[in-house]
Each structure stands twice: as C-alpha cells, then as structure tokens.
C-alpha cells in the first residue's frame, strides 16, 4: 500500500489560486481535509501530554468563552512545524499582498523560519500553535490571536474531531466590520481533518476610492453535545 503523501506536499497540491480568490470574496477558504483520521487521533492524543505545552487556559476564568487549549512548546511536533513551514511559504505571497493593498509596509520572508527570527528580534519568540477542547456547553467568544507588535495576516485552524460522529453545534464563527456597513457573519461547518484559512485581524474590502479595511473576529459557536478538538496554527510568536 503507498504511503500518504508528506503533509509538505499534500499544502503545496492545494489549489492556491481558488484558495486565495475565496480570501478575496469571502474572508476564508477551505483546504479539504489535509489531515487524515489516524493523524488528527494522534494530535489529540497529545492534548493530556504536560511536557508538550508551555501554558494552558481555562477560557472562562478569563471570559473567553468556555473551555480550555494549551500552547504548544519548542521544539514543536512534526506534524505542527510540517503544517506551520508549508502553510505559511504559500500565504506569505498573499499576506505581502494584502499589506500592499492596505498601504503598509511591512513585508513578510519567504519562510517561516525567517519570520519568527523577525518576531524574535522583536521580543516575541514564544511559539503559539495550539490545540483547543470543548465539551458540552464549550464555546470560544468573537476575538483575534493577537500575541504582541507584529502579527502574520493570516492563520489557520484544523478540525481534528469528527462532526458527523464525535460532537454537535461547534461551528467556525468569522465576523466582518466593514466601514459604515452593518456587520456580515459567517458559520462554517469544516470536515475533520480540514483547516479554514482566514485573516487574524482585518483584510481589505474593494471600496470606491480602492480598498477599505474590513475588521475580522471569529469564534466557536456553542457545542451541543460530544467533546470538539483543534489544532490552530498562528504563525507570529507570542512577547
């Protein structure tokens, strides 16, 4: 029986092109499942593994919603650091891209390697991937991953858990405010093993005098029952 494919390749398969004109109309797009169900049992499993993390979180002592997730440390997981090195290689052209459409300027390296010596030189050298858990009644509020000055416009985050058979509710939530314009809110319902790519901060909207800034938040939307894991990769470090 071949081998699956290495997670490098299954990112560098994906169809950029589509994947960045759903940023472009949407706010998000979908990859499909990049992970399979034996990878994602296997991320989970991690979760109860103390020396994998350098902090956790109850969400609700801090009224982030309800739940918990913990931050993985360095040196981080293949499978994170596989995930975390492709992703961003294909997103920093259309990260460089958004900024320039925004009129700033800063400008991202071509890897993910180079971009966290940037964070570090900055004083942000804390890894943020992280794995998150909701049980029954479990929700995450509307926010952004802002962990410092600098922040890479875009982050991704995988459904390790199976919707049809492990939990229900728990969708994805993703808001956009746009100036003077009523808020437009998304829910998204992702297969296990798919990530959704979406903007951590704003994204640029086409407006009348070129583009505008569109705020961006997202969320969880309340789990009804059952027991919802994923992984979230954020590419800027924490100060």
């Keep these: 029986m071949p081998s699956a494919p290495l997670i490098e390749e299954r990112v560098a398969a994906l169809d950029w092109r589509s994947l960045a004109a759903s ?10 499942p990049l992970l399979d169900p034996g990878e994602c049992r296997d991320l989970i499993g991690l ?54 459409a925004l009129g700033r300027e800063a400008r991202y390296p071509a890897s993910q390697r180079d971009y ?10 804390k890894p943020t991937p992280l794995l998150l858990r909701y049980g ?27 919707a049809d058979r492990d ?22 319902r992702l297969a296990r093993g798919e990530a959704i790519v979406f903007p951590v901060n704003e994204r640029p909207v086409p407006s009348k005098r070129g583009f505008s ?3 961006m938040r997202h969320g969880v939307s309340r789990v009804l029952s059952g027991e919802r894991y994923t992984l979230g990769i954020i590419f800027h470090d924490a100060a």
């Design 116 to 125: 966290r010596a940037v964070c570090a030189a900055a004083g942000q050298t």
């Design 213 to 215: 800034r569109a705020q």
């Design 47 to 100: 979760y109860g593994e103390d020396g994998r993390f350098r902090s956790r979180v109850e969400m609700a002592r801090h009224g982030f919603g309800l739940g918990d997730y913990a931050y993985f440390r360095d040196p981080l997981p293949p499978p994170v650091s596989a995930l975390r090195e492709a992703l961003y290689e294909r997103l920093s052209p259309l990260a460089n891209r958004m900024v320039r």
């Design 136 to 162: 029954p009644g479990g929700f995450n509020c509307l926010h952004r991953d802002l962990y410092g000055e600098l922040a890479f416009p875009f982050q991704a985050t995988f459904l390790l858990s199976d």
């Design 23 to 32: 940023l472009d109309e949407w706010g998000y797009a979908l990859t499909g």
């Design 167 to 188: 939990f229900t509710g728990g969708e994805f939530l993703l808001v956009e405010n746009r100036p003077r314009q009523q808020s437009r809110g998304q829910a998204v």
